[in-house]
């Protein structure tokens, strides 16, 4: 993991996988906005792709990055799906607060500011959006509803909304380095919320509108909910679930 900065207060990963070129007027917008702040930021891209194939993603985080400021990027060969990117994203930020969300433009870029702004002002540990509203396909909101509800039937003392996909996730660096954090696949973002329940930590959620996926195929396969599942399970009675949490 990167040295954390005293200069960085907040650092945000964007997972950029297979964007390409698409990828360039959110991470635009999303540097516009972030400027309007009056302290040390950082946007880390994340172009990581798989070894042979024709991927433009890569040179495109690095041309962000060579043009605008307080960007860096990240373009290795993947050993991981989504979840080896992400934690590759929180490696590197060296920021007070780190976080993460797609780029593929679904996640609106105000989400971003009003999960900071939130953390923030009443010190929670970790704030994230739920979706009330979908803009997915009829395949995908079947997944996401068969998937939230396993997840509360596996684990019932979860107190969140149940969408535990959703982004961006916020959480404060120490946080981060607190959670033992292994999955390389989907898995990721419901493994982040479960070490959120054995660390027994403050959470916050606050609601968004997911956007249409309109530039490309969902890269989430029918195999994925069987992921999910065999995960679930295994977390469900691993040591890690009903490990005493460890001070701060």
Known sequence: ????????????????????????????????????????????????????????????????????????????????????????????????????????????????????????SDDYDLVKTYRVQRGDSFYRKIISLAYNRLFRTLFPDYRGRGDVNSKPKIMKREVYERMDLRSDDWFFDAEIMLECLALKLRVYEIPVIFEPLSKRKSFVKPGAIFEFVKHLIAYRFSKRHHRTPSLR
Request: contains cysteine; proline residues 6%.
């Open 1 to 120: 993991m990167s040295e954390p900065s005293n200069e960085i207060e907040f650092s945000m990963a964007v997972l950029c996988y297979r964007g390409g070129t698409d990828i360039i007027p959110f991470v635009e917008n999303f540097h516009k906005i972030m400027t309007m702040f009056r302290f040390p930021w950082e946007i880390v891209l994340i172009g990581n792709y798989w070894p042979g194939t024709e991927d433009s993603t890569p040179e495109t985080v690095k041309q962000l990055a060579t043009k605008l400021p307080n960007v860096r990027y990240i373009a290795e060969a993947k050993q991981g799906d989504m979840g080896w990117d992400a934690r590759s994203g929180l490696d590197a930020c060296r920021g007070k607060y780190i976080g993460f969300i797609d780029g593929d433009g679904q996640f609106p870029v105000e989400a971003v500011f009003s999960c900071f702004a939130k953390i923030k």
